[in-house]
């Protein structure tokens, strides 16, 4: 009988048959859930010998819930997460433009799971446009709820657009074009604080370099130059002794072992990625900035298909598959499973499982190397034996 994750003191109390809940997700996401679901269990069972598993507990969202009970994200599903605590997912629908807000973001907010977590890193053998693609290994940290993520927003033409439109040229004398749609991009010094401290309690605990602050301070000054500021401020009064700002660190003394505070506008970063990866370990990032750098440094290692993500606050987390649906390629044991089995690699270490989370990146790396891939990877592997996503699955255990 499995039992619940707990959280205490700011960690996590995880028993040997934790209850874990899932959603398969839409379009490809049966397909990668269970060749992801095949490898923890396999995995989990080789490693611990035995002595643990997950009792997986299968919750609704997207189509499939819709589809049941008429509620694309139903109050079971919340409150289940809620009891057991983490929870991981395939991907699920989102119309553009109109119909039901993301669901990916109701989740976040809901659950206050204010950090998405993306480690960006090569695997030996995928196809990359890169010359050296081995020189990324960054884990970007995004703030999850607010910026222009929050979704106050209104469209063109609307009385609420014209109300605010009238209410800031008539009372701070703000230029804005008539019938323009309106936007709101709230960003706290509490929100940013606690990211930016997040990200550098991880690299503290992974024994990485540096943490990046990453902004467009120079022209939204009090947004996004308020994260920069409040970053550094975090840094210094909570993580004093054990971080030092880039400016102190090159000064000839060096950073004397602690993790270095640096801070990059939005556009260089890009450009730094690309021309100089290998200087930079964690970066931090407002909610915006840090899905564009989140999926512009996994195109540098070989696209979404191999990009694990999870939305973790204080107690809980969801770990997801970062890329699409793919619905055109639903129910064909086609598509690549990475994403979401590199997220469950995550979901583990997060939860203290290291040996189990080394073991599925061992057996994946594997996989890639012997060259039995999916269509996507196989594709563009010369000699590479495309395989389904199932057998793609057991190569990864067998490499193990």
């Given at each position: 009988?499995?039992?619940?994750?707990?959280?205490?003191?700011?960690?996590?109390?995880?028993?040997?048959?934790?209850?874990?809940?899932?959603?398969?997700?839409?379009?490809?996401?049966?397909?990668?859930?269970?060749?992801?679901?095949?490898?923890?269990?396999?995995?989990?069972?080789?490693?611990?010998?035995?002595?643990?598993?997950?009792?997986?507990?299968?919750?609704?969202?997207?189509?499939?819930?819709?589809?049941?009970?008429?509620?694309?994200?139903?109050?079971?599903?919340?409150?289940?997460?809620?009891?057991?605590?983490?929870?991981?997912?395939?991907?699920?629908?989102?119309?553009?433009?109109?119909?039901?807000?993301?669901?990916?973001?109701?989740?976040?907010?809901?659950?206050?799971?204010?950090?998405?977590?993306?480690?960006?890193?090569?695997?030996?053998?995928?196809?990359?446009?890169?010359?050296?693609?081995?020189?990324?290994?960054?884990?970007?940290?995004?703030?999850?709820?607010?910026?222009?993520?929050?979704?106050?927003?209104?469209?063109?033409?609307?009385?609420?657009?014209?109300?605010?439109?009238?209410?800031?040229?008539?009372?701070?004398?703000?230029?804005?074009?008539?019938?323009?749609?309106?936007?709101?991009?709230?960003?706290?010094?509490?929100?940013?604080?606690?990211?930016?401290?997040?990200?550098?309690?991880?690299?503290?605990?992974?024994?990485?370099?540096?943490?990046?602050?990453?902004?467009?301070?120079?022209?939204?000054?009090?947004?996004?130059?308020?994260?920069?500021?409040?970053?550094?401020?975090?840094?210094?009064?909570?993580?004093?002794?054990?971080?030092?700002?880039?400016?102190?660190?090159?000064?000839?003394?060096?950073?004397g072992g602690r993790v270095v505070m640096k801070d990059r506008i939005t556009d260089a970063?890009?450009?730094?990625?690309?021309?100089?990866?290998?200087?930079?370990?964690?970066?931090?990032?407002?909610?915006?900035?840090?899905?564009?750098?989140?999926?512009?440094?996994?195109?540098?290692?070989?696209?979404?298909?191999?990009?694990?993500?999870?939305?973790?606050?204080?107690?809980?987390?969801?770990?997801?598959?970062?890329?699409?649906?793919?619905?055109?390629?639903?129910?064909?044991?086609?598509?690549?499973?990475g994403s979401v089995i590199l997220s469950g690699a995550m979901m583990f270490e997060e939860?203290?499982?290291?040996?189990?989370?080394?073991?599925?990146?061992r057996g994946l790396g594997g996989a890639i190397r012997a060259r039995r891939v999916t269509?996507?990877?196989?594709?563009?592997?010369?000699?590479?034996?495309?395989?389904?996503?199932?057998?793609?699955?057991?190569?990864?255990?067998?490499?193990?």
């Open positions: 009988m499995g039992e619940r994750i707990e959280y205490r003191d700011g960690r996590w109390v995880v028993p040997n048959h934790p209850i874990i809940p899932f959603i398969e997700g839409d379009g490809t996401g049966p397909d990668i859930w269970r060749a992801a679901r095949r490898v923890f269990d396999a995995v989990v069972e080789q490693v611990s010998r035995g002595t643990r598993r997950i009792d997986w507990l299968e919750v609704l969202a997207g189509e499939k819930a819709f589809k049941q009970v008429g509620n694309w994200l139903p109050d079971a599903t919340l409150d289940a997460i809620r009891t057991h605590r983490v929870a991981i997912k395939g991907p699920l629908t989102t119309p553009v433009g109109g119909g039901i807000r993301s669901l990916n973001v109701t989740l976040r907010q809901v659950l206050d799971l204010y950090a998405c977590i993306r480690p960006v890193r090569y695997f030996e053998g995928v196809p990359s446009p890169m010359r050296e693609p081995q020189k990324l290994d960054v884990v970007i940290f995004r703030e999850n709820i607010e910026d222009v993520y929050s979704g106050i927003e209104y469209r063109a033409g609307s009385s609420e657009a014209d109300a605010v439109i009238g209410f800031l040229t008539e009372r701070f004398g703000a230029k804005i074009r008539p019938g323009s749609a309106i936007g709101i991009k709230p960003m706290s010094k509490f929100g940013s604080q606690r990211l930016v401290a997040k990200a550098i309690e991880y690299a503290l605990r992974a024994g990485r370099r540096s943490v990046t602050l990453v902004h467009k301070g120079n022209i939204m000054k009090f947004t996004e130059g308020g994260f920069r500021e409040w970053g550094y401020e975090i840094a210094r009064e909570r993580f004093g002794e054990k971080t030092i700002p880039e400016a102190d660190a090159g000064t000839g003394k060096g950073d970063m890009f450009a730094q990625l690309v021309l100089r990866p290998d200087e930079y370990s964690v970066i931090a990032a407002p909610n915006l900035n840090g899905d564009l750098l989140s999926d512009a440094a996994a195109a540098q290692v070989g696209g979404l298909g191999l990009a694990p993500g999870g939305n973790v606050g204080d107690g809980y987390a969801v770990f997801e598959a970062t890329h699409g649906t793919a619905p055109k390629y639903a129910g064909q044991d086609k598509v690549n499973p939860l203290g499982w290291n040996d189990v989370a080394t073991a599925i990146t269509y996507d990877l196989a594709r563009l592997l010369p000699g590479a034996t495309e395989v389904s996503t199932s057998a793609f699955a057991e190569c990864i255990i067998e490499h193990v």
